[in-house]
């Protein structure tokens, strides 16, 4: 594994903005929050800002947690800290369930040290949560806004949480509460519309492809048939990114299943059996959201009661019921085959010390950048926008929330060959660069 750069100096993100060299938390606090700082001055700054809000920010983190979540929330501290029009930031712990119980803390006297350790600890610092607001909630909310000055709320998630941050939105609107909320994207699923791709997805995609790398070896060594379950309810980025590890014209995974392509279980059985023929073994990446012809997925057909979210999203990684019953398929009809399944469920979310440097520095980015928007904008959700040309590099934009807000995308046709079981070399091409390096490996001559 490569060698991580220093915590206090992460990788720039290509293509983004310039940015000036930044003070010290303690001085800024000195030259913009101290008692010797005329309000007067800072709300004649404000005014030079579009008429930006003076007053304090909320910071919340929503859904699923990921390797690289906590550098976004780093990145919205240190912007929000050097910013005039931003007095204090505050923290809200499970998200929209703390702005309910008014369970906020302070962040902007964390020490910086401190920050920049928790932007390397996986996981959402705050403590997240999954839960759709109603407009009673809302004006619940606006409440605790109320009570701590509350101008800007930037809410860290994916699809759902982006539905979370427009209802909200929305309320305000209705109610003419003068609060900015923007929308800071993370999820590994890598199934945000409109943004060419996901924080946190590139460090998950490199934990998954290290992983095949490793169970591709292993059942080099002990040859069988091997079953992965991997992520990914409606989309299958994340299981496509088990081919980035591929070195050798015979390595695995052999045979890669989408939830964009229909499954069938015969035709499944045919797969494994023909490579078995060839290689006299088999590695298989399927995700948790492969579904029938009918859109029924096999995880829920296998659940005896299916677990939903406040969203509405059914439990799919919660068991090994699907590995389980696709092992059983292929033992029943290759008698004696030596077959086994694994089912990666929330280990590929938070895998600590794993991750893409790349996607770590884009994390922070969107995190510094939300406070930008969100100056210049009542509210909408950060984007990534990847540069044209061969060397890698992204922009940050600010779309719409109701572009993002609650659907999501699938891969493109392009990245699933033909016969619906593996990946194409432009899904490598697409993905390489946010997996970043993998960890190196090699074959003894001769074998």
Do not use: W
């Not at 720039?12 to 310039?18: F, W």
């Not at 008014?102 to 949560?129: C, F, H, I, M, Y």
């Amino acid at each position: 594994m490569a060698t991580r750069r220093s915590a206090s100096q992460p990788k720039s993100l290509t293509g983004t903005t310039t940015r000036t060299k930044r003070p010290s938390a303690a001085s800024k606090r000195g030259k913009t929050r101290g008692t010797n700082a005329p309000k007067t001055a800072v709300k004649a700054r404000a005014r030079q800002l579009n008429d930006a809000p003076v007053g304090n920010a909320l910071i919340g983190q929503s859904g699923g947690p990921t390797v690289v979540i906590n550098q976004s929330l780093v990145g919205v501290i240190e912007s929000a800290v050097a910013h005039p029009n931003i007095r204090h930031v505050y923290g809200a712990r499970h998200g929209v369930a703390g702005i309910l119980a008014d369970d906020l803390l302070r962040l902007d006297n964390q020490p910086r040290k401190l920050l920049e350790t928790v932007a390397l600890t996986p996981a959402a610092a705050l403590g997240s949560v999954r839960k759709k607001p109603t407009r009673e909630e809302c004006l619940a909310m606006f409440e605790t806004f109320r009570k701590h000055d509350i101008a800007y709320l930037f809410y860290i998630g994916g699809n759902d949480s982006a539905e979370t941050a427009n209802i909200v939105l929305e309320c305000a609107k209705a109610e003419k509460y003068p609060i900015r909320v923007i929308h800071v994207p993370k999820t590994i699923d890598n199934d945000l519309r409109v943004t060419d791709h996901c924080p946190g997805f590139g460090s998950a995609a490199k934990f998954v492809a290290q992983a095949f790398m490793g169970d591709d070896l292993d059942n080099r060594s002990l040859k069988g048939v091997k079953i992965n379950v991997v992520m990914g309810r409606h989309a299958g980025f994340l299981t496509a990114a088990s081919v980035l590890g591929r070195r050798e014209p015979d390595a695995g995974p052999h045979l890669v299943y989408v939830p964009e392509v229909v499954f069938d279980e015969k035709k499944f059985v045919a797969d494994v059996k023909r490579v078995v023929k060839r290689y006299g073994r088999c590695l298989v990446a399927v995700s948790e959201g492969v579904h029938d012809k009918r859109g029924v997925t096999l995880a829920e057909k296998q659940a005896k009661r299916a677990e939903r979210d406040a969203h509405g999203n059914v439990q799919l990684s919660g068991s090994g019921a699907l590995g389980d019953h696709l092992a059983g398929l292929v033992k029943a009809s290759m008698k004696g085959a030596r077959v086994r399944a694994d089912t990666f469920g929330y280990l590929q979310r938070s895998f600590a010390g794993v991750y893409s440097e790349s996607d770590a520095a884009e994390a922070r980015q969107v995190g510094r950048d939300a406070v930008k928007f969100a100056i210049s904008s009542r509210g909408g959700t950060v984007v990534l926008k990847r540069k044209p040309g061969k060397r890698y590099g992204c922009t940050t934009a600010l779309a719409p929330l109701s572009r993002v807000a609650k659907f999501t995308k699938s891969m493109d046709a392009r990245f699933v060959n033909k016969a619906g079981n593996d990946i194409t070399p432009a899904f490598v091409r697409y993905a390489a660069p946010l997996a970043g390096e993998l960890h190196p490996t090699a074959l003894l001559r001769g074998l």
